[in-house]
């Protein structure tokens, strides 16, 4: 009996350590997780810019600053592995007037021309084609006149999750 009450007060005082309790951080099923990273400028004539889209529908940058007039060399790679038939991504710059649900909605409809609403490119001032899981594509342009522009993917549905600004300083 001596010897069961002593392995229970070893057992308890090695349990109770000193007190200190590790903290866990717990992620929930359908807790969102913010994974950004700073937007990539130069102060070279050119920016270049490098822009993922997953197959979670999410780009990995929110923000991106250039100069007014600078020489923009604009990748955009799609990280995932599905068909760009049921997860495609492009990257689409938006003029400061357009209405992005509109345009979202718009593209929903246009799969013949990759989700670029024919009747809406006064909107639009420049865009990637559209990718599927592992393609990239780069697009150069020149930035466009100071101020606060959206960039969108226009993939049906996704210009809710996916989407940002672009500022032009």
């Given at each position: 009996m001596k010897k069961l009450i002593l392995i229970f007060v070893a057992a308890l005082a090695i349990s109770c350590?000193?007190?200190?309790?590790?903290?866990?951080?717990?992620?929930?099923i359908g807790?969102?997780?913010e994974e950004t990273s700073p937007a990539e400028t130069t102060d070279d004539a050119v920016a270049n810019v490098t822009i993922e889209g997953n197959d979670q529908m999410k780009f990995n940058k929110s923000e991106i600053r250039v100069k007014a007039g600078q020489k923009v060399k604009l990748t955009l790679k799609h990280v995932g592995k599905m068909d760009k038939t049921v997860m495609g991504h492009n990257w689409t710059l938006l003029t400061q007037d357009a209405d992005m649900?509109?345009?979202g909605q718009a593209a929903a409809l246009a799969k013949d021309s990759e989700?670029?609403?024919t009747d809406m490119k006064d909107k639009i001032i420049v865009h990637t084609k559209m990718l599927g899981g592992g393609e990239s594509?780069?697009?150069e342009f020149d930035a466009p006149a100071p101020g606060t522009y959206t960039f969108m993917c226009t993939f049906p549905g996704h210009y809710a999750l996916m989407q940002g600004q672009f500022i032009v300083e």
């Open positions: 350590g000193d007190n200190k309790k590790e903290e866990k951080k717990e992620l929930k807790t969102q997780v649900a509109a345009v989700y670029i609403p594509d780069t697009i």
